[in-house]
């Protein structure tokens, strides 16, 4: 069982940007993934979380209408989608999967390894 | 929004030591619906306990957690030297989910 991210990005204020998250090693339709963000040298923030199996989102109200969680059910991944990119956006991004079948409210026991994103003009 | 207060902030102890670290929430954690996370440098979070007592596969038996309502507590009976590291809460009981601020468990 894992999740496996896609690499390190660059970007310019203003520039979209869509990170992934592959799943393996288990039926990704049936546990819900989180996002979880680390700006550098802090502590964890839940983005969102979604449920593959419905495309059922839920949003941190902080992060609302300021990212976009989707999956794609027939490659087993998850994304997060940003329209403009802040500076304020730099940050370590993980995956995260909630551990109990079809549970939202659970822990996330299976872990991205992050994917860093810098946003810098 | 459920806040999640840790404390402290860092804790200096030597291995073999006794380590307790807390949790505080702002209001009730419902079911007690609460988990623990050590995160080492360049690394992943990694599970500990979960539902505030319940150890995660393959995790020491030196881990414990306990506590209910809006106390909890992180126990680490006999610190051994892989156990210094970055530990974090986090209430999945409300919407929406929150973490606390981190406790850095550093070598005395």
């Known amino acids: 069982v894992q999740l496996v991210q896609s690499g390190a990005e660059v970007k310019k204020p203003g520039e979209s940007l869509k990170i992934s998250c592959k799943s393996s090693?288990?039926?990704?339709?049936?546990?819900?993934v989180g996002w979880v963000r680390q700006m550098p040298g802090k502590g964890l923030e839940l983005l969102g979380s979604i449920y593959p199996g419905a495309s059922d989102t839920r949003y941190s109200p902080s992060f609302q209408g300021q990212v976009t969680i989707s999956v794609e059910k027939s490659n087993n991944t998850a994304y997060l989608h940003w329209g403009s990119l802040r500076a304020s956006d730099t940050a370590m991004y993980y995956c995260?999967?909630?551990?109990?079948?079809?549970?939202?409210?659970?822990?996330?026991?299976?872990w991205g390894q992050g994917t860093m994103v810098t946003v810098s003009a | 929004e459920i806040v999640l207060t840790q404390s402290p902030a860092t804790l200096s102890l030597s291995p073999g030591e006794r380590a307790t670290l807390s949790c505080g929430a702002s209001q009730s954690v419902s079911s007690s619906y609460l988990a623990w996370y050590q995160q080492k440098p360049g690394l992943a979070p990694r599970l500990l306990i979960y539902?505030?007592?319940s150890r995660a596969t393959g995790v020491p038996e030196r881990f414990s957690g306990s506590g209910s309502g809006t106390d909890f507590s992180l126990t680490i009976s006999r610190l051994e030297p892989e156990d210094f590291a970055v530990y974090y809460c986090h209430q999945y009981g409300s919407s929406p989910q929150t973490f606390g601020q981190g406790t850095k468990l550093e070598i005395k």
């Open positions: 090693g288990y039926t990704f339709t049936t546990y819900w």
């Open positions: 995260a999967r909630h551990f109990v079948y079809g549970d939202y409210q659970s822990a996330f026991d299976i």
């Open positions: 539902d505030a007592s």
